[in-house]
């Protein structure tokens, strides 16, 4: 239980734990931002290699931000049947009223268990695995969506060297236009200085005889 990680509410080994500090469940701390929040897959994604070892198979990704449970638990090898008795579990505590006394609680709920034959030290295991599952499904989806960011920021990165390469070419094509418009202008000044010496007669009489001239 020593390996905190000061990354919020998190599973350290069977149950939840508050941070010192972290905001309530639910609640955005101030000043929360994408930095904040990148640094928090960071962390997740560090240590996924530690819970590696609980699924059989890769489950299923989260599409949407909906988690599939029950292919999460199916791929950790936390059998179907066995989740039943949890949920049963939850529901028969869900069904006592709120006002119940905790140790009076525990005894209604074991003896409905025991009375219909269902192991409660099985139902510990199976609820144990489900923590440990969910965690490490938190963890692989840390590691995926941090190997998806490395891979974006790369890809911004290029894009964004080739839209500097990109603007450069423009900036000296916008230079190069404005240096043949110069150029062009000159010389158009250097022949109208001959045109003028002939006069605006003779020159519009011309353009208009001549076959391949065009009359402004």
């Known amino acids: ?41 960071a962390a997740a994604a560090a240590i996924a290699s530690e819970s590696s070892g609980i699924f059989q198979r890769d489950p299923p990704v989260a599409a949407g931000g909906s988690v599939p449970f029950d292919a999460v638990f199916d791929a950790a090898g936390v059998d179907a049947d066995e989740r039943e008795r949890v949920v049963k579990a939850q529901q028969l505590l869900a069904s006592l009223p709120s006002e119940t006394p905790q140790p009076v609680k525990k005894q209604i709920v074991e003896a409905s268990l025991n009375a219909f034959g269902v192991p409660i030290d099985n139902i510990i295991e199976t609820g144990v695995a489900e923590i440990q599952a ?83």
């Open 1 to 41: 239980m020593s390996e905190k990680k000061g990354w919020g509410s998190t599973v350290l080994g069977w149950f939840i734990v508050q941070d010192e500090g972290a905001p309530p469940e639910g609640a955005a701390p101030a000043g929360t931002s994408g930095d904040a929040d990148a640094a928090v897959i």
């Open 134 to 216: 969910l965690e490490a499904y938190i963890r692989k989806s840390a590691a995926d969506t941090q190997a998806l960011l490395e891979e974006s920021n790369r890809r911004i990165a290029q894009l964004e060297e080739e839209t500097r390469k990109v603007r450069a070419g423009m900036e000296q094509r916008i230079q190069q236009q404005q240096g043949v418009a110069n150029a062009c202008n000159a010389r158009k000044l250097d022949v109208q200085k001959v045109l003028e010496f002939f006069g605006q007669e003779a020159v519009a009489r011309v353009v208009h005889a001549s076959p391949r001239l065009q009359e402004p």
